[in-house]
C-alpha cells in the first residue's frame, strides 16, 4: 500500500467511536484544501466512508476494563504492531492522533525515533487526572489541537505547542427542539440518557439508568427522557435492552412499562439552541 507520487501521505489513529467521527471531519476539511492527500490508519466506518485506508478496524481495539483489556489483548498488540510496520513503510508526512492516549502515545514513540510530525487531535482528559502525562506528550507530540478552550491555557502553561481549534460537534447540523420534540412535550423538563459508546459500557450502564427513568417517572411530572445513540452502537442493541428492562421491570409492576424515551444520535445542540 502506497500512496500515488506526489500526493502526501497522512496516517490517522481514531481508536474510539467518537474520534472516528472527528477524524473523518478532520480528513474532509484537510482534502478540501488538498485534494491529493493520501489518507491511512486506525478507524472505523466514518473514516473509511471519508476516503482513509483503514488497515486496522477500531472496534478491534476499543477496550474498557480489565476483562476486556485481557480478552483484547491479542488484538491491540496486532494493532500496534501493524501500524508500527505501516510507519516505517511509508514514512508518512504527518501523523495524526485523535484521543485513545495509552495506545496513541505508544505510536508516538516510534514517530518521534522516525522523524515523522505528529499532530495529537482531542487531548486526553489529562487536566482531570494523571496530569504528569503532559511531560509525555511535551516529548512526543509536535503540537496540540484542542477542542475546549481551557485546554489551550493549560498546554501553553506546560509549554506545549498549541492551537485551540473548537469542539467539532458544534459543526453538525443537529435538530432543534422543535424538530426532536411534539408539540404536547415542548413544556416538559428533558433528562439526557448517556450510556456510552462501547458495547460493553451501554450493556452495563443502560439497564440502570432505564430502572432510575422509571423512578424519576413516579416522583417527576411532566419528564421526558432522550436516550442517546453512539454512531458505534447498534440500533437493534439498544432495543433488545430496552425491551429486557422493561420485561423485568413489568415483572414488578406493570404500570412501570410505559416510558417517554426517544433515540438520537447525539443530545448536545448549539449553545445558542440551549439557551432558547
Same mark, same amino acid.
Given at each position: 500500500?502506497?500512496?500515488?507520487?506526489?500526493?502526501?501521505?497522512?496516517?490517522?489513529?481514531?481508536?474510539?467511536?467518537?474520534? =472516528?467521527?472527528?477524524?473523518?471531519?478532520?480528513?474532509?476539511?484537510?482534502?478540501?484544501?488538498?485534494?491529493?492527500?493520501?489518507?491511512?490508519? +486506525?478507524?472505523?466506518?466514518?473514516?473509511?466512508?471519508?476516503?482513509?485506508?483503514?488497515?486496522? &478496524?477500531?472496534?478491534?481495539? *476499543?477496550?474498557?476494563?480489565?476483562?476486556?483489556?485481557?480478552?483484547?489483548?491479542?488484538?491491540?498488540?496486532?494493532?500496534?504492531?501493524?501500524?508500527?510496520?505501516?510507519? @516505517?513503510?511509508? /514514512?508518512?508526512?504527518?501523523?495524526?492522533? +485523535?484521543?485513545?492516549?495509552?495506545? *496513541?502515545?505508544?505510536?508516538?514513540?516510534?514517530?518521534?525515533?522516525? &522523524?515523522?510530525?505528529?499532530?495529537?487531535?482531542?487531548?486526553?482528559?489529562?487536566?482531570?487526572?494523571?496530569?504528569?502525562?503532559? @511531560?509525555?506528550? !511535551?516529548?512526543?507530540? =509536535?503540537?496540540?489541537?484542542?477542542?475546549?478552550?481551557?485546554?489551550?491555557?493549560?498546554? $501553553? #502553561?506546560?509549554?506545549?505547542?498549541?492551537?485551540?481549534?473548537?469542539?467539532?460537534?458544534?459543526?453538525? =447540523?443537529?435538530?432543534?427542539?422543535?424538530?426532536?420534540?411534539?408539540? $404536547?412535550?415542548?413544556?416538559?423538563?428533558?433528562?439526557?440518557?448517556?450510556? !456510552?459508546? /462501547?458495547?460493553?459500557?451501554?450493556?452495563?450502564? %443502560?439497564?440502570?439508568?432505564?430502572?432510575?427513568?422509571?423512578?424519576? #417517572?413516579?416522583?417527576?411530572?411532566?419528564?421526558?427522557?432522550?436516550?442517546? $445513540?453512539?454512531?458505534?452502537?447498534?440500533?437493534?442493541?439498544? &432495543? =433488545?435492552?430496552?425491551?429486557?428492562?422493561?420485561? &423485568?421491570?413489568?415483572?414488578?409492576?406493570?404500570?412501570?412499562?410505559?416510558? *417517554?424515551?426517544?433515540?438520537?444520535?447525539? %443530545?448536545?445542540? /448549539?449553545?445558542?439552541?440551549?439557551?432558547?
Amino acid at each position: 500500500m502506497k500512496p500515488k507520487p506526489n500526493h502526501p501521505c497522512v496516517a490517522i489513529i481514531a481508536g474510539e467511536a467518537s474520534g =472516528d467521527h472527528h477524524g473523518a471531519k478532520l480528513v474532509s476539511a484537510m482534502r478540501s484544501k488538498n485534494p491529493g492527500l493520501f489518507f491511512c490508519g +486506525i478507524g472505523g466506518p466514518a473514516l473509511e466512508k471519508a476516503g482513509v485506508r483503514i488497515v486496522v &478496524d477500531a472496534a478491534e481495539l *476499543n477496550v474498557m476494563g480489565l476483562t476486556e483489556v485481557l480478552s483484547k489483548l491479542p488484538s491491540v498488540l496486532k494493532g500496534m504492531r501493524t501500524i508500527k510496520r505501516l510507519l @516505517k513503510s511509508l /514514512r508518512p508526512e504527518l501523523l495524526i492522533l +485523535i484521543d485513545f492516549p495509552d495506545f *496513541n502515545l505508544n505510536i508516538a514513540a516510534l514517530a518521534k525515533k522516525l &522523524d515523522i510530525p505528529v499532530l495529537f487531535y482531542v487531548s486526553p482528559q489529562i487536566w482531570a487526572w494523571r496530569q504528569n502525562r503532559v @511531560k509525555r506528550i !511535551g516529548r512526543l507530540v =509536535d503540537h496540540m489541537a484542542v477542542i475546549l478552550p481551557f485546554e489551550e491555557e493549560f498546554y $501553553r #502553561k506546560h509549554q506545549v505547542p498549541v492551537t485551540f481549534v473548537g469542539h467539532p460537534l458544534l459543526d453538525d =447540523d443537529l435538530p432543534t427542539r422543535e424538530q426532536v420534540f411534539a408539540p $404536547r412535550d415542548q413544556d416538559r423538563k428533558v433528562i439526557g440518557l448517556v450510556p !456510552g459508546s /462501547r458495547r460493553s459500557e451501554v450493556t452495563k450502564h %443502560l439497564p440502570v439508568m432505564l430502572e432510575t427513568a422509571d423512578l424519576l #417517572k413516579e416522583k417527576l411530572k411532566h419528564v421526558t427522557f432522550i436516550l442517546s $445513540r453512539a454512531s458505534s452502537v447498534a440500533g437493534d442493541m439498544l &432495543d =433488545d435492552l430496552i425491551g429486557i428492562s422493561q420485561a &423485568d421491570i413489568s415483572s414488578k409492576n406493570p404500570a412501570k412499562v410505559r416510558r *417517554n424515551i426517544r433515540s438520537l444520535e447525539t %443530545l448536545m445542540e /448549539r449553545v445558542e439552541k440551549i439557551r432558547e
